[in-house]
């Protein structure tokens, strides 16, 4: 089955305690993407990757980072995570950057005490 | 799409009826635009989409107009049905933009028995 995977789909952390949600897609996507979801904001890009060691800043990077380095998986840090990082996360992947659905994940419930 | 702050607007519905979905897109040079859907504890999921090209396009149960005049796209959805019930985001993109997606807020739509 197609599918976007993320890892964990809950998780309750605190300020500064390094985290990294996983996520992984099987359809050989070549772009992938993640986004934050917050009420009434509808979803921002934090970060996108056109291809493996290909990596840019979306809407909203401050406070995170991606990596790369295998077409399938891109794995969100946030290496010291602050109570308004506290949101909705989603993976994202698409054929190509470009007029192309977008595939998501199921998304990731993080909160930051 | 444009933003409306933190409360989502709502639409409700009789089931059986049929529902229609607005949106206000911010820029002309936009020439794709989705219509996502997402469920309750889900995570977006690609419903339609359209092209600047076209005014009208049609799925199952689903018609996408697209009125570049005035800049906006509505989602029409015949015969509501319970598993309709979700919120439902435009997003538009243009090559301009290195096809970067700009999202609505978001409509939710309730399903009344």
């Known amino acids: 089955e197609a599918q976007v995977t993320q890892n964990p789909r809950y998780l309750i952390t605190v300020t500064g305690k390094k985290l990294t949600v996983t996520c992984s897609q099987n359809m050989n996507h070549e772009y992938m993407s993640w986004y934050r979801q917050d009420p009434g904001l509808g979803l921002r890009q934090i970060y996108y990757s056109m291809n493996v060691e290909v990596t840019d800043k979306g809407d909203v990077p401050e406070g995170y980072k991606v990596s790369r380095k295998e077409k399938r998986n891109f794995p969100l840090i946030l290496e010291s995570p602050s109570p308004n990082q506290t949101s909705l996360y989603f993976c994202?992947?698409?054929?190509?950057?470009?007029?192309?659905?977008?595939?998501f994940g199921p998304g990731t419930r993080l909160t930051v005490t | 799409g444009e933003s409306v702050g933190l409360h989502l607007p709502t639409l409700s519905v009789q089931e059986g009826d049929n529902s229609i979905i607005n949106c206000a897109y911010s820029?002309?040079?936009?020439?794709?635009f989705i219509w996502y859907k997402q469920e309750s504890g889900k995570g977006p999921q690609f419903i339609i989409d359209?092209?600047?090209n076209m005014d009208k396009r049609q799925g199952q149960r689903v018609t996408v107009l697209l009125n570049k005049t005035v800049k906006h796209l509505s989602l029409q959805i015949a015969a509501t049905q319970p598993g309709d019930s979700a919120v439902y985001f435009c997003a538009e993109t243009s090559m301009d933009s290195n096809y970067q997606l700009i999202w609505g807020a978001g409509t939710k739509l309730i399903i009344k028995p």
């Open positions: 359209i092209r600047s």
């Open positions: 820029n002309s040079a936009s020439d794709y």
């Open positions: 994202a992947s698409s054929l190509s950057r470009g007029p192309y659905e977008q595939y």
